[in-house]
């Protein structure tokens, strides 16, 4: 925003310059026109005093003055003609200044532009790696809750799985144990068939 605003001072100071030196260039040229004019006049009267060179001595000191002033006339319009193109040629300095600026200027306001481009460019690309590891993070929170939700799952599935197998192991120690012992007691009842009977022969 801050850029436009400088292109547009620096556009009407452009303006404003070769307003001023078109000015210049006018006077100039009335000013060129009025010396050819004013010179014009002053041979015209040369001419006339050398035609008056034998009037009386006052009607030519007259004329002397009177051609003493054009002398003048045309001396100051030689000046101000001179002043006017030194005027001209300070302001199409100044004009060239002021495009040699205006060209910086531009080419900084370039760069901005660029570096201002690529910070967007950079600026796009981050949020699309943020909105990435966003959605990577949320697949992986999900996984991970899935995870300790099925961990759980097991690990109580192995409990039940414990507790039942500690229940058959309880079971076949009793079963076992009963074994033995109604073992031992058909060996004594086995004995006592013996000792009755006797011996075989």
Do not use: C
């Amino acid at each position: 925003m801050h850029s436009t605003g400088d292109r547009t001072d620096i556009r009407h100071l452009l303006d404003s310059e070769r307003l001023e030196k078109k000015q210049a260039e006018t006077k100039a040229a009335e000013l060129q026109e009025e010396l050819v004019h004013t010179r014009s006049q002053a041979t015209q009267l040369q001419d006339a005093v050398s035609k008056v060179g034998k009037l009386p001595h006052t009607h030519t000191q007259a004329t002397h003055i009177t051609h003493l002033l054009f002398s003048l006339q045309l001396e100051e319009k030689d000046t101000e003609i001179a002043d006017m193109k030194e005027t001209i040629f300070e302001l199409e300095d100044e004009v060239e200044q002021h495009r040699a600026v205006k060209l910086h200027d531009n080419l900084i306001i370039s760069d901005l532009e660029n570096s201002i481009k690529k910070l967007h460019d950079q600026k796009y690309d981050m949020e699309k790696e943020i909105k990435t590891l966003q959605r990577k993070l949320r697949e992986e929170s999900a996984e991970w809750r899935q995870f300790q939700a099925d961990l759980q799952t097991a690990v109580v599935i192995a409990n039940d799985i414990k507790s039942e197998a500690q229940e058959e192991i309880g079971d076949l120690r009793r079963r076992l144990q009963e074994a033995q012992e109604k073992n031992e007691k058909m060996n004594k009842e086995l004995d006592e068939l013996k000792k009755q009977n006797g011996p075989f022969t």
